[in-house]
């Protein structure tokens, strides 16, 4: 039986406290199920967005979508994550990533690594965030038990199967570094080719032996638009996805568009062949995404 559909909205700016505030109730007037921060220079800092939004809603989880690790050591990120979850009333979804823009580490004043250094470092501060946290005499404590369930996002093989151990939210980028040349850092996979991450991330979690259905699975909108020409909106992410099809770019669950009863069944039949149910949109995209929560509520 599949699993029933989640929504998440990823906030990006951060304007005043009370237009904070009040897009956080929005949110949660609009159906969201989950308000994320992501966790990028220029943006809000997550934990102390999370709290406010938790003190001005009621029903919606809360979550990092996701840390930049490389700006985090463990044993401090530890009492950020237990701080935070006591303080939204155990409400907290702790989204993690290795990182992908070198500018914002050349920024800090911190070193970026190689793509191996850079999950070397996910994977140790995953196993010191799983002993901290769930250590009795570790303070301060998370609200929840034995810790805030773990999202963990990416597309290469190492990060899957740490996934695989690990996670109970697994966030597919459905996306590759870029070249250095390129105009944006990410270049989009083909719907292919996603389809066969989310198979290895099931054969991994086989092997680990978590059984069928080890996770939810994630999937980031990019783009939301009620429009009848469907091929000219997919044309616009072509600097994302230089080497894809109109077609293929029509089949990605990057892209949602059509009338809210055509994007509902878009996702339906991205559950089914993904086995994406948590889709998360962009703060730009939340009142556009909204009458699709209204026709998929329940489902």
């Not at 270049?187 to 066969?196: N, R, T």
């Not at 994007?263 to 559950?271: P, S």
Request: glycine share 8%.
């Amino acid at each position: 039986m599949a699993r029933p559909f989640r929504f998440g909205v990823n906030l990006l700016t951060l304007e005043s406290a009370p237009t904070w505030r009040e897009k956080c109730r929005r949110a949660e007037r609009l159906g969201y199920d989950v308000l994320l921060v992501p966790d990028h220079l220029g943006m809000p800092a997550p934990f102390a967005a999370l709290v406010a939004a938790a003190e001005v809603t009621e029903r919606p989880r809360l979550g990092t979508f996701v840390l930049n690790l490389g700006f985090w050591n463990p044993a401090l990120l530890a009492r950020e994550v237990a701080t935070c979850d006591a303080l939204t009333g155990g409400r907290l979804e702790l989204g993690l990533g290795a990182g992908y823009v070198k500018a914002e580490h050349d920024s800090a004043g911190l070193p970026f690594g190689s793509p191996r250094e850079r999950v070397d470092h996910l994977e140790h501060t995953v196993q010191e965030l799983e002993r901290l946290l769930t250590d009795p005499e570790q303070q301060p404590r998370p609200a929840q038990a034995p810790r805030p369930p773990l999202v963990l996002g990416g597309n290469g093989n190492r990060l899957l199967r740490v996934a695989a151990r690990h996670a109970e939210i697994a966030a597919f980028t459905g996306a590759v570094p870029a070249p250095d040349d390129a105009p944006v850092p990410l270049k989009m996979i083909s719907p292919e080719a996603l389809e066969e991450r989310v198979a290895a991330f099931r054969g991994f979690a086989a092997d680990a032996g978590r059984g069928p259905d080890p996770a939810e699975l994630n999937y980031l909108i990019q783009l939301v638009e009620n429009t009848g020409d469907h091929r000219a909106k997919a044309r616009e992410l072509r600097p994302y996805a230089p080497d894809l099809t109109e077609d293929q770019l029509l089949a990605h669950p990057a892209l949602l568009l059509g009338s809210p009863k055509e994007m509902a069944d878009q996702l339906r039949a991205h559950r089914e062949r993904f086995g994406f149910t948590y889709f998360a949109v962009l703060e730009h995209n939340m009142e556009a995404f909204a009458p699709v929560i209204e026709e998929l509520h329940g489902a």
